[in-house]
């Protein structure tokens, strides 16, 4: 964008302050939302509201201890914890806060870096954030730790994929791969079937939901948070990569996921909710369409998706890890391709020009082909396969680690209870 200097400096200051601020925001206001869904009252005592209670968690985590036990790699459990702070701000650079604006007599947007490929840096910094998740298991020299770092690079591996191709129908649409373009490409009114929609602005997650809902899902995957925060699973794992790490290290790790948590929110409201543009009816109101309100409107519509986080943090359960890379690898990817073809199929359509019933025939045709490819992702014989060795005991600590038993199988001291059980209902049957 060619700002001078003392711009660029500003606006990094600036995202930077505004960062650290909304993550201590978030910490507080993610407690006090499950606290409210589980009628239990939350931080009230430090501070009004007990606003004061995350601030002064994280100046304990500042000041407490920075313990570091004695068969760690020094360098790398240092090093590790910095890639993934510096690749959680580096996100950032990218993202639309708002429209053209004039600061200082200097014609600029609320944005830091506008680049023709904004999207892909962002993939690309979240793909190089890994290394210190798995950095941080390697150095600890720790099973739990080793273990939580290959699982949380399997599922950046699984769930990147998704997210990538959900993206991919965006760019599609858009015709950009620029942040501050996809967002002005949204503000067009919305003509379904050729019909003036009220003013309705063109927000993709409309237009594209199939991308939006895998984007939404595969974030959630992305970012490590329940219920897909296998990685770092208490229940398993005792803390998962981060299992070894304490004080300032350890709080750089809790920082880096509050700000992937915004980052991800920030990259749904910039491809699919109109990023900081406002919203129907609201836009049909010349004043509120000013770009310094912008800003205002696009932390509304993150602060939205965040609350999308605590609320499925609050309400479900854990995931298997197995159920999780199914999820990903036979669901989300399989319906994520199969719709890629069917957007360039219709937007070919589009282009060229064709009637209005041709162009509804083939919607038809697209939305005819994707049932019948979630029916076979879905239909089926479901019932998992019975060991080879079913039949023989089943020992939990044969490989020196307790794994649970498979399908079939049956812990011995549950045996007598299963034969029994079985015994019962064959007499009742018969």
Do not use: C
């Amino acid at each position: 964008m060619n700002d001078p200097w003392w711009l660029v400096l500003i606006k990094v200051v600036v995202l930077f302050v505004v960062l650290l601020v909304w993550t201590i925001f978030n910490v507080w206001y993610e407690r006090r939302l499950v606290a409210k869904m589980q009628h239990r009252l939350g931080p009230i005592l430090n501070g009004p509201f007990g606003l004061a209670q995350a601030l002064a968690d994280g100046m304990k985590l500042l000041i407490k201890e920075d313990f570091m036990p004695h068969m760690v790699d020094r360098a790398l459990f240092t090093i590790a914890p910095l890639i993934a702070g510096t690749a959680a701000f580096t996100a950032w650079a990218v993202m639309p806060f708002g429209g053209e604006v004039e600061i200082f007599g200097v014609t600029t947007r609320l944005q830091l870096a506008e680049l023709d490929i904004g999207v892909l840096v962002f993939l690309a910094v979240s793909s190089v954030a890994i290394y210190g998740f798995v950095l941080a298991g390697w150095a600890s020299n720790s099973p739990y730790s080793l273990l939580g770092a290959l699982r949380s690079s399997a599922q950046m591996i699984s769930y990147e994929i998704a997210m990538g191709l959900s993206l991919v129908a965006v760019f599609l649409y858009a015709g950009s791969m620029s942040t501050a373009e996809i967002v002005e490409a949204q503000r067009v009114p919305l003509m379904p079937f050729g019909f003036d929609a009220w003013g309705m602005p063109n927000w993709l997650f409309v237009t594209l939901i199939p991308s939006f809902l895998i984007y939404v899902i595969s974030m959630v995957g992305e970012t490590n948070r329940a219920p897909f925060d296998l990685p770092e699973a208490e229940s398993e794992l005792v803390s998962g990569y981060i299992t070894e790490y304490s004080g300032f290290r350890y709080a750089i790790y809790f920082l880096a996921e509050y700000i992937n948590m915004a980052t991800v929110s920030a990259i749904a409201t910039t491809l699919f909710v109109g990023g900081y543009l406002p919203p129907w009816p609201l836009n049909q109101v010349e004043f509120l369409n000013n770009p310094w309100l912008g800003p205002v409107w696009f932390v509304i519509k993150v602060q939205l998706f965040i609350s999308l986080f605590v609320w499925l943090r609050g309400t479900l359960p854990r995931f298997r890890y197995d159920q999780f890379m199914s999820l990903g690898w036979k669901v989300l990817i399989p319906i994520s391709l199969g719709w890629i073809v069917m957007i360039s199929v219709i937007r070919k359509v589009q282009q060229e020009g064709m009637s209005d019933l041709l162009w509804t025939v083939t919607v038809g045709i697209a939305v005819a082909l994707l049932l019948i490819m979630v029916a076979l992702l879905f239909v089926g014989d479901k019932k998992p396969p019975e060991p080879e060795d079913a039949d023989e005991p089943f020992d939990a600590f044969a490989g020196g680690y307790p794994v649970p038993p498979m399908p079939g199988q049956v812990l011995p001291e549950l045996a007598g209870v299963v034969a029994s059980t079985e015994d019962d209902s064959t007499q009742k049957e018969a």
